[in-house]
């Protein structure tokens, strides 16, 4: 069965101060991987995508991420938060395959102090 | 800009009282979702539409419907809500699965849903 774990379902920083943000994943195969954020009350938006194409993966806002197969894990980062940046995350993973059904991470809940 | 549109965003019903959810896109896709976030959870897949082809998710309750009478448009009908089908409701969208690529889904605002 393939599933995401986020390792943290808090994380709170200062602004200016990098951000990591922790996914492992599970796949019998290689899948498709994505970030989303979500802040309050709006809907998801796509932060960056892993295609197969390059192990470290530019999002949207300064965001990046690295995949590592060895690891299983797909970290998102950012050298240096934003208050704007507060805000639910979530990894999620396409498995190989036809059906297009996202699994989703349980969220990490960003927090940028001042 | 090409997106996801929900309407209402938010949606006040009673207990009981048939309600439906809408959502439009301009994205021209295939592929149309409907999810039910509650509070403080990942978004929890209902069903989807693969053109005019329903896929219903097998824990989907019986109270749960939908329509989607062209390619823009996906309605979420909700015969007899109960106080915990109070939720976020997202509609994504993706492109045609038989395409080459990898193709992540596009989120709507959500409609939110309050059931008294």
């Known amino acids: 069965a393939q599933s995401v774990t986020q390792l943290d379902s808090h994380v709170s920083v200062s602004e200016g101060t990098p951000v990591l943000l922790r996914c492992n994943y599970s796949?019998?195969?290689?899948?498709?991987l994505f970030w989303y954020v979500q802040h309050p009350n709006k809907g998801l938006q796509l932060l960056l995508k892993y295609t197969s194409a390059a192990t470290l993966v530019k999002g949207i806002n300064g965001f990046e991420a690295e995949f590592k197969k060895s690891e299983t894990s797909f970290h998102l980062t950012k050298p240096s938060a934003h208050m704007s940046d507060a805000a639910e995350y979530f990894c999620v993973v396409r498995p190989s395959g036809g059906y297009n059904k996202l699994i989703f991470g349980a969220g990490t809940r960003l927090a940028v102090h001042p | 800009d090409a997106m996801v549109i929900q309407n209402p965003r938010y949606q006040v019903t009673q207990f009981g009282k048939p309600v439906t959810l809408s959502c439009s896109q301009t994205l021209n896709h295939n592929v149309m979702y409907w999810y039910q976030q509650k509070s403080s959870q990942a978004p929890k897949l209902l069903f989807h539409?693969?053109?005019?082809?329903?896929?219903n998710e097998a824990d989907t309750p019986d109270n749960f419907q939908s329509r989607r009478p062209n390619t823009s448009f996906c309605f979420l009908d909700i015969r007899s809500p109960g106080l915990g089908d109070a939720a976020m409701y997202l509609c994504a969208t993706s492109r045609d699965l038989l395409l080459a690529g990898v193709h992540e889904q596009f989120f709507g605002p959500g409609t939110r849903l309050t059931v008294l």
């Open positions: 796949s019998s195969y290689s899948p498709s």
């Open positions: 539409y693969y053109d005019k082809d329903f896929n």
